[in-house]
């Protein structure tokens, strides 16, 4: 085991997680030890200045511009909301992991781009590292400054060799004295950093080595964590990257021979070498929170708008929500909605519990994001031509460019499900496996490493007994109790995934790069979380119609742990093994099918009509109060449209005419919907808007005809470009004397 792997496992904590290794798993337990509730400082924050912030954006014109208007980069740092997660004491909002999450998402909901930037100062970055590992003296310098907004946070860590693979830096320091000062003399190459284009500091992922043992035994070589000022000499901060034309600031951050005097290093001399722990230990909460919430805010965002789009948009004299093939889109919208929501709340409960759960925050960052695209892909579908004519008008277009960011950054989905969650979580979750690995690696504890090896065998012994036990004594009816039904296949499910765990290791060292495997274990370990949280915030927020949410939901769930456990048997590679597992965990055969088209139906329409479930589903995102807002329009037509089918559902049925009062409705109805319907048009795009009123569309001057009735393009027009030199303009000047001459 490699020292960042160790460290990898060494990070957060460890809870729920082991339960599900464990085989043996309580709801009770789960129900009673976690709340994820707003404080009323909390809350006051999400009303006031939250709705404040969200009223200001435009997020049409935030994606022209490619930047925020400067009223909204100085609400954003004067408001706190760079610093929510510094405590008072150093000037902070000192907001809770849910708080935190809840304003991310709210923002998100409004505008991606606003979202990302705040996230990233309150995630993985310079604050929280400073908090957990800086000196006095570097605590009280920046983070007083980091709080007002005086200054603006980034953090560099990857660079072109290091994506994924982090630990892998070229990035190198050498420690050096250079006037009688001791530091680093440092080389890097970052990329993709989140704010850098207008960072004042930035942390700095650098890997130092001391070949002339200049640290005397204070620190040791390894990746270090520094923190510079964007003044600091040799540094280059400014470029930007162009992450799918959305907005928030990303960029590169270099440096050539850069002295980095050793009092920069976050910590001081004594943590050089120790960055990677510091990394790992921070993003143990970190990612659970950011990310999640802007998946889950373009979630509830397409619970909302498309929801009510599917209600009000008419096709063939009827709703489109009315409509099978609509309805398979929707009923996936509600349920991945539903469970992310789950998800993120409960891992929430569980930081505001001051817990950090490496392990739980990678199946959420995963899983959670990964619903999301698919959430807003099924949106996308319903929405039709609405949802790919960009404008202002389209309520999902911007969220649909921006979810592939939240599916890379802080650990890629495809590495995060196939090599981490399972990887991690057989090592660091397991009641035994990591003590046993101890003991192999100190080489001469024999008894002990005989006594934890009784005891794993012992645990595969209990659970191949529990697995077998629970595929009989599963419930078999909901019978009125639709959460005791879930638990017991959830239990059951539980049981055949540590004793099948168990079993796989007999891969030995194999069974880490086995990644088709792992993969389906960490779909395994992933929706056994999801369901349980499915249940735990069923227990919380019962509300009418919410049970057929929940259903549809568990039976999702259920299936796919099914599937993957097909997938297991059915590739393992030792023969025979595959079919032991099967014959223990599918002993009647498998069980449990996809939804029905009835549950499919119900789920639908309780997204797509005013009551208790959609409102659940769609709390704590933005509604702007602005009358020409589109999603405004769509909340104001949804109950109208409801109410106007209706009355004609009953006329054609009573075989009468409208009253005036009926009619009214019907007639306010029909003009929403048709202002629903409507989407942008611009007289100019692109060039087109740069150019001038006599622009012609090049297709226009037409070769085999007299051009002389269409206005003529100016030279000018061609030539005019920012920021060219007199040699491009030259050329450009050319070109465009030739296409004269030609037409």
């Known amino acids: 085991m490699s020292d960042t792997e160790k460290a990898a496992l060494d990070s957060g904590t460890v809870g729920f997680d082991r339960e599900l290794f464990t085989g043996d798993v309580s709801l009770k337990n789960l129900v009673s030890k976690y709340n994820a509730e707003l404080t009323p400082e909390e809350r006051a924050f999400q009303e006031k200045e939250v709705n404040e912030l969200c009223e200001m954006l435009d997020d049409h014109q935030i994606m022209e511009d490619r930047d925020f208007p400067l009223e909204v980069w100085n609400y954003l740092r004067t408001k706190g909301f760079f610093s929510m997660i510094i405590p008072k004491q150093w000037g902070g909002k000192g907001i809770s992991g849910h708080g935190h999450s809840q304003v991310v998402q709210k923002i998100n909901s409004r505008s ?28 009280s310098y920046f983070l007083p400054k980091l709080a007002s907004g005086e200054m603006i946070p980034c953090f560099g860590l990857t660079g072109p060799s290091s994506g994924s693979d982090a630990a892998n830096m070229r990035d190198t320091g050498v420690i050096t004295v250079q006037n009688g000062q001791l530091g680093i003399r440092a080389t890097f190459n970052k990329r993709y950093i989140t704010l850098a284009p207008v960072a004042t500091c930035v942390g700095l992922a650098i890997h130092v080595t001391d070949p002339e043992g200049h640290l005397k035994g204070t620190g040791h070589e390894g990746i270090t964590v520094c923190l510079l000022e964007r003044s600091h000499p040799g540094l280059e901060m400014g470029p930007r990257h162009d992450p799918l034309t959305t907005s928030f600031m ?77 309805q398979e889109h929707l009923a996936r919208i509600a349920s991945n909605t539903y469970i992310m929501v789950a998800g993120q709340h409960l891992v929430n409960a569980m930081i505001n519990n001051h817990e950090q759960p490496a392990v739980l925050s990678g199946i959420c960052k995963q899983q959670i994001t990964n619903r999301g695209r698919q959430t807003v892909i099924d949106g996308m579908d319903v929405l039709g031509g609405a949802g790919i004519v960009r404008g202002p008008n389209n309520v999902l277009g911007n969220a649909y460019l921006i979810i592939p960011v939240a599916i890379t950054v802080e650990g890629a989905n495809t590495l995060t499900r196939n090599l981490i969650i399972f990887g991690q979580g057989l090592t660091r979750s397991h009641p035994y496996l990591y003590d046993l690995i101890k003991t192999i690696q100190k080489g001469d504890q024999v008894k002990e490493f005989s006594q934890i090896l009784q005891k794993l065998v012992i645990h595969g ?25 879930y638990e017991s296949q959830l239990s059951r499910f539980a049981a055949n995934f540590a004793f099948c765990s168990d079993v796989a290791l007999v891969m030995g060292g194999k069974l880490k790069s086995a990644e088709y495997i792992s993969g389906r274990f960490a779909d395994i370990l992933s929706n056994l979380y999801l369901g349980y949280a499915c249940l735990w915030f069923y227990e919380k927020h019962k509300t009418a119609g919410l049970d057929k949410v929940l259903d549809l939901s568990m039976t999702n769930i259920l299936y796919d742990i099914q599937k993957a456990f097909d997938g297991i048997f059915t590739n393992f590679p030792i023969p025979g ?161 030739k296409q004269y001459a030609k037409v």
């Not at 993985?124 to 006095?136: K, S």
């Not at 920069?264 to 921070?282: A, E, S, T």
């Not at 012994?461 to 039904?485: E, P, W």
């Open 250 to 326: 990303n960029g590169t951050v270099k440096g050539t021979d850069v002295f980095i005097p050793i009092e920069k290093v976050i910590g001081g001399q004594k943590r050089v070498g120790f960055g990677w722990n510091m990394l790992m230990d921070c993003l143990a909460e970190g990612r659970a929170i950011s990310l999640p919430a802007g998946a889950v805010a373009a979630a509830k965002g397409t619970v909302s708008a498309v929801g009510a789009y599917a209600r009000v948009r008419k096709q063939f004299k009827v709703p489109i929500a009315e409509m099978e093939g609509v």
């Open 577 to 737: 093994v595959g079919v032991v597992m099967r014959a223990v965990t599918f002993p009647t055969g498998q069980p449990y099918e996809e939804p029905t088209d009835r549950q499919r139906k119900l789920a639908s329409d309780l997204i797509t009509k005013p009551g208790a479930v959609r409102d659940l589903l769609t709390q704590d995102i933005f509604h702007s109060k602005d009358p020409h807002d589109r999603h405004n329009l769509l909340l104001r037509a949804l109950p109208k449209a409801v109410e106007a089918d209706a009355i004609l559902s009953k006329l054609k049925k009573e075989k009468r005419s409208a009253t005036k009062a009926e009619q009214q409705v019907i007639d306010e109805a029909e003009a929403l919907r048709e202002e629903v319907i409507q989407v942008d048009a611009f007289p100019s795009l692109g060039v087109e808007k740069q150019a001038g009123a006599d622009y012609v569309r090049p297709a226009l001057l037409n070769p085999y005809k007299n051009n002389d009735n269409v206005k003529t393009l100016r030279l000018s027009h061609i030539v005019d470009t920012p920021h060219a030199t007199v040699e491009q303009l030259l050329v450009k000047k050319s070109s465009a004397e």
């Open 112 to 139: 991606p781009s606003v979202g990302a930037t705040v996230a990233v100062p309150n995630s993985l970055g310079p604050a929280e590292l400073l908090m957990r590992y800086g000196t006095d003296e570097q605590k």
């Open 461 to 485: 012994a209990t659970n191949f007994g529990r697995s077998l036990a629970r595929a009989f004594t599963r419930s078999r009816g909901k019978g009125g109790n639709i959460v005791a039904h």
